[in-house]
């Protein structure tokens, strides 16, 4: 049963992605804050977070809303995404979520600092970090023998963002997430972003995460893209990125 308000909100969501106005005044901000890095503006209890502020808001929702017992992430950097989804866990906890529910973290490069900085946090009792590539065939192992008998499994991709690298992931992970979870790939804006907009990075359009979630679709009809929190977002580093599944 919906509220009125919720029906509201859904009224408005429909609105949002016909309003072409509003979505072009989007992603003239996305473009424009992009190159001055804007999404490293931000930290989250203290620790530096790669996100735009919507995105964090989105991953509230989300946390929320799945109650996870297992986040897994890929990319870590400075750990902000991690002290992240651990904070959210504590308020599911306190809110009777459940109790020892973690979040699970793979870096190919968790540099000294990072770590030191992840592990002197009071939400570091709630995350266990893994060193080594995503897709490399070990680190998937170790990834999945955590996930195994999970309830709720909500996975979170953020690391290499070529087509090869994501694509790989997804086929890794994605299907680690529980029904009613989530698949989300962050950084599909590249596709939407002039090329060259990364001189020093090898994706672009054509070669990022939304190309490789396009063609992991295809043939896996056991996620949706959640079109409602594109148009909630709208500024988003993730558009079409938000995978539920939902068989
Ligand atoms: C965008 S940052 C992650 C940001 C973080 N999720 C946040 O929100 O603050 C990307 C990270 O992916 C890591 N990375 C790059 N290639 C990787 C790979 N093959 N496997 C795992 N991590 C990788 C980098 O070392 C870097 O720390």
């Known amino acids: 049963m919906t509220s009125p308000f919720e029906n509201e909100v859904q009224q408005r969501l429909d609105d949002n992605g016909r309003n072409a ?48 017992d297992l986040i897994i992430e890929t990319g870590i950097a400075h750990g902000g995404s991690l002290i992240f989804s651990a904070s959210m866990l504590e308020l599911n906890a306190a809110c009777g979520g459940p109790k020892d529910a973690r979040v699970l973290g793979v870096d190919i490069d968790i540099r000294a600092h990072n770590r030191a900085a992840i592990e002197a946090h009071p939400m570091f009792r709630r995350i266990d970090m893994i060193q ?14 955590r996930a195994r008998a999970k309830p709720r499994v909500l996975v979170c991709l953020d690391s290499n963002h070529t087509h090869d690298h ?9 299907m680690l997430a529980t029904v009613g979870s989530y698949c ?31 063609e992991y679709l295809k043939d896996h ?26 068989k």
């Not at 080594?132 to 023998?145: C, D, L, M, T, Y």
């Not at 994501?166 to 994605?174: D, M, N």
């Not at 009809?221 to 939902?246: C, N, T």
């Open 21 to 68: 106005q509003l979505k072009a005044s989007a992603d003239a901000f996305m473009h424009a804050s992009t190159v001055p890095k804007y999404s490293y503006n931000f930290a989250w209890m203290g620790r530096p977070v790669i996100q735009y502020p919507q995105d964090i808001v989105a991953m509230q929702e989300i946390i929320w809303r799945v109650q996870p």
């Open 132 to 145: 080594g590539s995503s897709i490399a065939p070990e680190i998937i192992e170790q990834v999945r023998a």
């Open 184 to 214: 989300v790939v962050f950084d599909t804006i590249v596709e939407d972003l002039p090329a060259g907009i990364y001189p020093e990075r090898t994706w672009g359009p054509g070669n990022n995460p939304k190309s490789a979630l396009y």
């Open 166 to 174: 994501v694509l790989a992931e997804l086929h890794a992970y994605a």
């Open 221 to 246: 009809p056991q996620f949706e893209i959640d079109r409602d929190m594109d148009h909630k977002l709208l500024i988003s580093v993730a558009p079409q990125g938000y995978l539920k599944r939902v």
